[in-house]
């Protein structure tokens, strides 16, 4: 089965600066695809990026960033300028791409950022 | 375009009582998924539907049932609740199937057995 860990509970960081959130997972299928999500307050979860496992280009979207390392089964989001609407809780979810049926995301136990003005 | 919706946002329940938690997609997406979310944990798979007629478990099925005679729905039964089901519970919905599909989630459902 595979696994997804955040190994950070809580991160801190100043407004403006530059965070990055960890996530390693285990799995034994070479193909499959990483996400972020974004959990605010309302609940809500929101995507935030995605990565396709045979693209080795890493996924950015705008001010978010991944740092994919296939082999080290790693996967890293960068949030560059902070700003105080990222304050949210972060999961990082791992999904297989073959196999039948709809296979849901695995998720993490999820990241709990916090933005400081 | 409301996306997903459901309802209620918060509910109460005491042990063996049953409800019922709605979710309602107007995206016209074929997929659809139930999730819960355990104080401290991430998502969990419940069950998922690929269309109308069409369901199948997830990870932690167990005490649950869906249905799914439209597009548009897909209610998650809680028969004989108990207090291992207190949780937060997401529905989401996606147009294209594993592995590209991209995942709208709902605003979800605090659930509390007592």
């Known amino acids: 089965a595979q696994t997804v860990t955040q190994s950070q509970p809580e991160m801190s960081v100043q407004e403006a600066e530059t965070v990055t959130l960890s996530c390693t997972y285990d799995?034994?299928?070479?193909?499959?695809?990483l996400f972020w999500y974004k959990q605010p307050p309302s609940r809500q979860m929101i995507l935030v990026i995605r990565?396709?496992?045979?693209?080795?280009q890493n996924a950015t979207e705008n001010r978010f960033s991944v740092n994919f390392q296939k082999a080290a089964k790693s996967f890293s989001l960068k949030i560059s300028d902070s700003q105080l609407g990222d304050a949210a809780m972060y999961f990082c979810?791992?999904?297989?791409?073959?196999?039948?049926?709809?296979?849901?995301?695995?998720f993490g136990k999820g990241t709990h950022l916090i933005i400081q003005p | 375009n409301a996306g997903v919706t459901q309802t209620p946002k918060f509910r109460i329940l005491k042990i063996g009582q049953s409800m019922t938690l709605q979710c309602t997609q107007d995206?016209?997406?074929?997929?659809m998924y139930w999730y819960r979310q355990d104080p401290g944990m991430g998502l969990k798979l419940i069950y998922y539907?690929?269309?109308?007629?069409?369901?199948d478990k997830g990870e932690v099925p167990n005490g649950y049932n869906v249905s799914r005679s439209t597009t548009e729905d897909f209610p998650l039964r809680l028969e004989l609740a108990a207090p291992s089901q207190t949780s937060v519970y997401f529905c989401?919905?996606?147009?294209?199937?594993?592995?590209?599909?991209?995942?709208?989630f709902g605003p979800g459902t605090r659930l509390t057995v007592l």
């Open positions: 995206m016209n997406h074929n997929y």
């Open positions: 539907s690929v269309g109308a007629g069409i369901t």
């Open positions: 990565q396709e496992a045979y693209k080795q």
């Open positions: 979810a791992y999904r297989r791409h073959s196999g039948g049926g709809a296979d849901g995301l695995t």
């Open positions: 799995t034994s299928e070479s193909d499959y695809y």
């Open positions: 989401a919905s996606s147009y294209q199937g594993p592995p590209l599909d991209t995942q709208y």
